[in-house]
């Protein structure tokens, strides 16, 4: 079935550093993409997402492109701030299945420390 | 601007003992999800509806019953707690006319089974 591997945590930056969370995945079809957030206590939010490939998705200076030839959608962002600190996801959708459901990575913790 | 409502927010069961969950969207979503998160394991489904009056088994159903009476409301049912159980349940919801993958997550659940 559909998987989707991410890199373990957690990550500890200093404020002002590069990030990349890796993430790959195993898909029949030609699923879509998914970056999600979740904030401590809170549920998870949709940070960015990719249709199809080569796409680049990209919100609050994260971006993250798909990448048929390497199964990949790595995240990255130039310079992260505390306020960046919460748990990553990244999930991919089940065309053709009828559910309209996401399958999940397993999630990566990322600390960024003044 | 409620989105996906979840209650209780927390609750503590002992083992044998049975409780519902409710979830409420107000988005007009025909599709609704129930996951759980556990450590180091992502999300994973446990039941899904595509409109009201349907459900259907995701990956990890057992233990677990469902129901969609109201096309806003999808009750997840525990007949009979188990430690295994113990989790942070998450409802989600998805359904305007383009399906554009993105599931609207409510705060969350965690349910402790003594």
């Known amino acids: 079935g559909d998987s989707v591997t991410q890199m373990e945590g957690p990550v500890t930056l200093s404020e002002e550093a590069f990030l990349t969370i890796n993430c790959t995945y195993t898909?029949?079809?030609?699923?879509?993409l998914f970056w999600y957030v979740q904030y401590p206590g809170e549920g998870l939010q949709l940070l960015l997402k990719a249709t199809k490939a080569d796409d680049k998705g990209s919100n609050k200076g994260f971006e993250a492109t798909y990448r048929k030839e390497t199964t990949s959608f790595h995240l990255e962002k130039g310079s992260v701030q505390v306020s960046d600190s919460a748990v990553y996801f990244c999930?991919?959708?089940?065309?053709?299945?009828?559910?309209?459901?996401?399958?999940f990575g397993s999630g990566t913790r990322l600390q960024v420390q003044p | 601007n409620a989105g996906v409502t979840q209650t209780p927010k927390f609750r503590v069961l002992k083992t044998g003992q049975s409780m519902t969950l409710l979830c409420a969207q107000d988005m007009n979503h025909e599709y609704m999800y129930w996951y759980r998160q556990d450590p180091g394991m992502g999300l994973r489904l446990i039941h899904y509806s595509v409109g009201e009056g349907t459900t259907a088994k995701g990956e990890v159903p057992d233990g677990y019953n469902v129901s969609r009476l109201k096309k806003q409301n999808f009750l997840l049912g525990l007949e009979s707690a188990a430690p295994s159980q113990t989790s942070v349940y998450f409802c989600?919801?998805?359904?305007?006319?383009?399906?554009?993958?993105?599931?609207?997550f409510g705060e969350g659940s965690r349910l402790t089974v003594l």
């Open positions: 989600a919801s998805n359904g305007g006319r383009e399906n554009t993958g993105e599931l609207f």
């Open positions: 999930a991919l959708s089940d065309p053709g299945t009828g559910r309209r459901a996401l399958t």
């Open positions: 898909a029949t079809g030609y699923p879509s």
